[in-house]
T-cell receptor, first 113, second 114 residues
Framework: RKEVEQDPGPFNVPEGATVAFNCTYS??????FFWYRQDCRKEPKLLMS???SGNEDGRFTAQLNRASQYISLLIRDSKLSDSATYLC??????????????FGRGTQLTVWP | NAGVMQNPRHLVRRRGQEARLRCSPM?????VYWYRQLPEEGLKFMVY????????ESGMPKERFSAEFPKEGPSILRIQQVVRGDSAAYFC????????????FGPGTRLLVL
């Protein structure tokens, strides 16, 4: 089983729409979670960290459900510039995996005018 | 305040040649990670280094691949006798610490093996 699983999409939504991405992780001991964004042929860039209490940054809201080992990202009022691949990332927290990032395959989003 | 730097950005090699990829971490960062992204795939961890030490190389193929992070100078990922399957984007990331520290990525080196 993969460490991080994501629906690859693609999601095609109109401007202004609300879209949600989900991901699941396999290691119940994982402590730190992130969403990264990757534009075509570019490096991943940190979008936001994900905390147990949930966190919001403008139009973006991230949620963590430890019991279900499930992470979500909600984007409200989508903009054309939100078109990218969104990567769910879990950080290794024990022993030999300490510090290692585990990436999902990414969910592709296209926002159309 | 320069970010993570990688060079070259693009590298073309013929089968059997050597590829050397360089990564200079962000100022003040002593932890370096290398990841590989194959076409249409997610990023996969390869190796984690601190200055002069390889901490975890379990994601790196045991043959033909090596990595170092010397006391002075950039981290180097070296691929000997490249094969077509090595064609990928290789990303370097750096962080100031380990657990819960954000990793910042460089622009990547795109290796094409002919």
């Amino acid at each position: 089983r993969k460490e991080v699983e994501q629906d690859p999409g693609p999601f095609n939504v109109p401007e202004g729409a609300t879209v949600a991405f989900n991901c699941t992780y396999s290691n119940s001991a994982s402590q730190s979670f992130f969403w990264y964004r990757q534009d075509c042929r570019k490096e991943p860039k940190l979008l936001m960290s994900v905390y147990s209490s949930g966190n919001e940054d403008g139009r973006f809201t991230a949620q963590l459900n430890r019991a279900s080992q499930y992470i979500s990202l909600l984007i409200r009022d989508s903009k054309l510039s939100d078109s990218a691949t969104y990567l769910c990332v879990v950080i290794g927290s024990r022993g030999s995996t300490l510090g290692r990032l585990y990436f999902g395959r990414g969910t592709q989003l296209t926002v159309w005018p | 305040n320069a970010g993570v730097m990688q060079n070259p950005r693009h590298l073309v090699r013929r089968r059997g040649q050597e590829a050397r990829l360089r990564c200079s971490p962000m100022k003040g960062h002593s932890h370096v990670y290398w990841y590989r992204q194959l076409p249409e795939e997610g990023l996969k961890f390869m190796v984690y280094l601190q200055k002069e030490n390889i901490i975890d190389e379990s994601g790196m193929p045991k043959e033909r691949f090596s990595a170092e992070f010397p006391k002075e100078g950039p981290s180097i990922l070296r691929i000997q006798q490249v094969v077509r399957g090595d064609s990928a984007a290789y990303f370097c990331a750096s962080s100031a610490g380990v657990v819960q520290e954000t990793q910042y990525f460089g622009p990547g080196t795109r290796l094409l093996v002919l």
